[in-house]
C-alpha cells in the first residue's frame, strides 16, 4: 500500500481501517507500507501504524515501513515500532 501526501486524523482512520482489513482478513506473510509519497504523519498516524504493526504480530504478519518521512522515524520508534520494521529503499 502506497499513502500520499500528508496524513491527518481523517485519513489516518482510512488508513487503520485498511490495514486492519489486510492484516485480518487477507493474512499475508507480510505487508508493505510504502511511505516514500508522504511527507507528513501527525500523532494519531503514528498512532495506527504503530497498532498495525503489533496487529500484524498478533496475526504473524510482518508490517515493514518503507520511506517514511525523517521526522516521523523518530515517533514511529517512540510509539513502539521496531527500528527493524523502518526501512530506507528508495535511491537519493
Same mark, same amino acid.
Given at each position: 500500500?502506497?499513502?500520499?501526501?500528508?496524513?491527518?486524523?481523517?485519513?489516518?482512520?482510512?488508513?487503520?481501517?485498511?490495514? +486492519?482489513?489486510?492484516? /485480518?482478513?487477507?493474512?499475508?506473510?507480510?505487508?508493505?507500507?510504502?511511505? /516514500?509519497?508522504?511527507?507528513?504523519?501527525? %500523532? +494519531?498516524?503514528?498512532?495506527?501504524?504503530?497498532?498495525?504493526?503489533?496487529?500484524?504480530?498478533?496475526?504473524?504478519?510482518?508490517?515493514?515501513?518503507?520511506?517514511?518521512?525523517?521526522?516521523?522515524?523518530?515517533?514511529? %520508534?517512540?510509539?513502539?515500532?521496531?527500528?527493524?520494521?523502518?526501512?530506507?529503499?528508495?535511491?537519493?
Amino acid at each position: 500500500m502506497c499513502p500520499r501526501g500528508d496524513l491527518n486524523a481523517v485519513s489516518a482512520l482510512r488508513l487503520r481501517q485498511v490495514l +486492519v482489513q489486510a492484516i /485480518r482478513h487477507l493474512r499475508p506473510s507480510r505487508l508493505i507500507v510504502d511511505l /516514500r509519497g508522504v511527507s507528513e504523519l501527525d %500523532a +494519531v498516524d503514528v498512532g495506527a501504524i504503530a497498532a498495525a504493526c503489533e496487529l500484524g504480530d498478533s496475526y504473524q504478519v510482518g508490517v515493514f515501513l518503507d520511506d517514511a518521512p525523517f521526522r516521523a522515524v523518530t515517533d514511529l %520508534a517512540a510509539a513502539g515500532v521496531p527500528h527493524q520494521r523502518l526501512r530506507r529503499r528508495s535511491q537519493g
